[in-house]
Structures are given as C-alpha cells and as structure tokens.
C-alpha cells in the first residue's frame, strides 16, 4: 500500500508531469527530424523529380495552415474524461504511427493492389510523407496548449516551455543522427529488414513508447474540471452525497445530461467552420502583433535551415547536385551536404544548451531583452554567412542561430500563456462573453436557491444545484422526504440548473496558440514558393542566406512592437 502511494505522488509530481507531457514532444521531433530528412532519397529512387519533391513536402505544412485552427477551436470546446488536449493529440499520434508504417513498406503495399506497383507505390510514399509530416507538426498545437493548461503561472509556463524547446532539440539531434546509421548493417536487421524497414521499425517504438507516456499525464482531467466548476467552486467545502432515495431521481437526470452532453458536442461539431471564421475575426491586437512577429522570424530561420545544406555544397565546396556519381563535382557536393548536417546538428546542440539557461536569462535580464536579443542575432550571423567563405566560420554562425531557435521555441507561447493568465489586462475586450457567462450562472444558482435549499450537490457537468436545507430550523430528512413527492418538478428544475450553457465559450488558449503555429508552418510554405526563383534569377545559392537575413532584418520591426508586460498595451494604443 505504502509503494502504491509513493508510485502515485510520484506521478502526481510536477517536474514528472512536465517530464511526460513532453517525451512526446521529444519523440514527434525524433520521427519528423528523421523520417523527412531521409524520405527526399526515397522520393528521388522511385522517379519523382525534384521540383515535385519540393511540392511532395509541402503538402504537411499546407494542410496544416487549413487544420490547425480548426483543430486549436475544436479542442478548446470540448469535453472529455481524458481532457480536452489528449483525445487530439492521440489521434495525430496515430496518423503518425500510420505513416511510419506506409513510408517503408509503400512497395509492398503496392503490389497488394496492383501489377505495375510503380505509380502506386508513388501514390503510397507521398501519402505516408503527408500524413508524417501533417499530423506530426500538428500534433506540437494541442501538446503546447496542454502545456500551458498544466503550468499556468508565468514562471511555471516558462520553465514548461524551456523543457519542450530542450526536448526539441534533443529529438531533433537524435533524428538527425539515426539515418547516418546503417542500420541494414546492425544486429536489428535480420529482424526488422533492410535500412528503410530497419530505420522506421526503431522511429515507430520511440515513439509508441513516447505516447503511452502521456497516459499517465493526471493533471488536466483535474484543470477542466476547475475550467467547468469556475472559480467559485473551487474552493467550495465537500459536499455529501444525495440522500438514497432520490438515487433513481439522479440517475435518470444524469442519463438525460448525458444525451444533452452528446448533442450539444454534435452541434458544437456542425457549427464549427461558422465559429472559426467569427473567432478569426476577432483576433487580439496582441496575439497579432505576435503572429507578425513570428512568422518574420520563423521565415528568416526556416529560409536558412531549409537550404542551408545546398548552400554549403554549391557555394563554399563548389559541388554539383546534378553531376553524375563518382565525379569530382559530385563528390565535392555530398561533402558540402555532409558538413552542412553537421551545422545544423550543431544549431540544435546550441539550442539544447540555451533551452536549459533560457529561464534563467529571462529572471536576469527579463523576456523583452532575451527576445529581441535573440532576434537581433540571427540577421547578423546570417550576413556573416553571406561575406565569409570559410567552412569553419560558416559553421560556427550556423550553430550559434541555436539561440534564435530556442528562443521561438519559448518565449511567444509564455507570452501567450501569460495574456491568457491575464485576460484582464491583455484581452479586456474580450472578457465581456465571460462576464455574461458568469451572470448567467448567478442568476440560475439564484433561481435554484429560490426553490430549493441552500446545501448544494455536485452534477455531472460539474456546476451546482441545491438539493435540501443544511440549517438546524429544517432537517434533513424532512426535506429529502418532501423531494421525492415532487420528484419529475425536481428533476425537471436539476436538469435546467444544471444544463451546460447553450451559447459557445469564449476564446481559448489553444485557438491562439494554433495561430502562432500556423506562422511557422506558413514560414516554410513561402520559402519553398520563391526561394528556387529567387536563387536561379540570381545564379547564386548566397540568395538564401541574403533572404535569410531579409526577413530577420524586417523581423526586429515588428519584433519591437510586441505586447512584453501591461506597460506596452498604453504605449502601443493596443
């Protein structure tokens, strides 16, 4: 008994909350470093050229930019036992298990189907790309907002978010490094298969073993619940249980708030694209400045990872990508290709060290400081790419953008957090719904006080109604007794007290953290767009670290214009 509870405070503790929650993050960014670092090489051994390749990986961020909002929406209105972030993020997860699974085994699935496997297994390959890639960028939205709804203080969140850019670049230097393994050389292969076969098994158990962590995430069930009990309620003294022969009364009543739960999630479902346009509508003034901000950002330092290795091979060791295999120029280029992997394994090292003294810098210099230093930074280390023509200079900038990455990874999702903490500093205007809400509920509490009694019993959607008299002039008993004379009036009277209120909640987290996630999936959609353009008009591969340092240039614009602390909201008119 004495082991049970120790194993149960153990789990209950909150460094291991945040450690589990995040070994999911560790293992999306393991499958995602991985899985599309090596799928380009499939691609191109199946036939596919290389400007549908860029097309092929493009797909996830584009049906990203159209799901994730409506995903962050979907999961800020709904209402589970497992919570409102987990039953989202188990289904992205699964999408991802689906794709580890049809990445390597598309030429076996083809020939299941049909003679000429080659279109097929095409058709195949490009489908478990897109849902790898997909599901696993959109999967990071519901984890951050679980984040943020487990750590909601501001020093707390931001230790949170410190741990998941940590466990980002973690994931992202052991994904890296796993497709330079030969694996259909090691002891696995007899077992799993060949590289592909072998490669994808190993990413599959990582992270299956990643989800079944979150199983055992105990806080949020206990945060919704406080969502739905109000402020009120939580401090509210224990309650006793219904007196036995009105348990039939409440049974029938929790049967009725059950079907009602299910048609009100069923309409929630239909009305859903309408809701979303109008939350879009009303965007905060702070959350935009901070998407602007972001999506700078994000393009500038996805502008420089996307090409950075061609960038290397081409411009500093002169290679060539399309000369034949075995030649000189082909040579040079795999070397280049090879040490510019090595820059960004070193950029995620950088960002690894940075995420752990993060929370730190912040308490020491304070968040607009870190932020705006860090943004700063990259436009000049990217112009030092731009003039130097030394490997080792280039390298060392590279991965010193590390700082840059582990700040994005941080600080716009506490900033977040903390204008949802402080809703009413930073989103006043919209704090009126709120306020209807809470009358509304006075108003039914006041109702139900008027007819019934002052004692209150907890119901299933977890507000309160009153079932009998606590003072010393009535008893108990009596009151119970008079209940069940009018049972269909009280049940009829609990199921309007306790009825979920009809109108849609106001604006959650998870919307507006879906919002600053489409900024970095929309970053890697426009480089892809124009960047080829832009590099054959000028016949030089320094047209990426040039654009690069573009955007991060016009990213310190907008960077000094987001919302920092309640100081910034008078002196930007916000």
Sequence with gaps: MAQRAWVSMLFHNRKTQLLLVNSLTFGLEVCLAAGITYV???LLEVGVEEKFMTMVLGIGPVLGLVFVPLIGSASDHWHSSYGRRRPFIWMLCLGVL?????????????????????????????????????????????????LSDLFQEPDNCRQAFSMYAFMISLGGCIGYLLPAIDWGGSFLAPYLGGQETCLF???????????????????????????LDGPALKDAPPKPSPPACCSCQLSRSSCLLQARHVMQALRNLCTLVPRLHSLYCRIPKVIRRLFVAE???????????????????????????????????????????????????????????????MDRMVKQFGTRAVYLASVVFFPVAAFVMCLSHSVIVVTISAALTGFTFSALQILPYTLAS??????????????????????RLNKKSAFSKGLLSSQKLPYQNGHAGSLFSSSSSSSPPAAGSALCVSSSCDVSLMMMVGEPDSVAPGRGICLDLAILDSAFLLSQVVPSLFMGSIVQFTQS?????????????????????????????AKYSV
């Design 541 to 569: 591969v320094t047209a990426y670290m040039v654009s690069a340092a573009g955007f991060g240039l016009v990213a310190i614009y907008f960077a000094t214009k987001v919302v920092f602390d309640k100081s910034d909201m």
């Design 295 to 357: 999506l700078c950002s994000w393009m500038a330092l996805m502008t420089f990872m996307l090409f950075y290795t061609d960038f290397v091979g081409e411009g500093l060791y002169h290679g060539v990508p399309r000369a034949k295999p075995g030649t000189d120029a082909r040579r040079h280029y795999d070397e280049g290709v090879r040490m510019g992997s090595l820059g960004l394994f070193l950029q995620c090292v950088t960002s690894i060290f940075f995420s752990t003294i």
């Design 201 to 227: 098994s190993l990413l599959a158990v990582i992270f299956l073993g990643c989800v079944l962590a979150t199983l055992f995430v105990t806080e949020e069930a206990a945060t919704q619940a406080d969502v």
């Design 40 to 42: 380009p090489p499939l």
């Design 98 to 146: 689906l794709s580890l699974f049809v990445i390597p085994h598309a030429s076996s699935l083809a020939s299941l189907f049909a003679l000429n496997t080659r279109p097929l297994e095409i058709a195949f390959l490009i489908l478990g790309i897109g849902l790898l890639d997909f599901c696993g960028q959109v999967c990071f939205t519901p984890l951050e907002a679980l």
């Design 418 to 439: 903390l204008y949802h903490h402080e809703k009413q500093v930073f989103l006043h205007k919209y704090k009126s719904k709120e306020e209807e809400d809470a009358a």
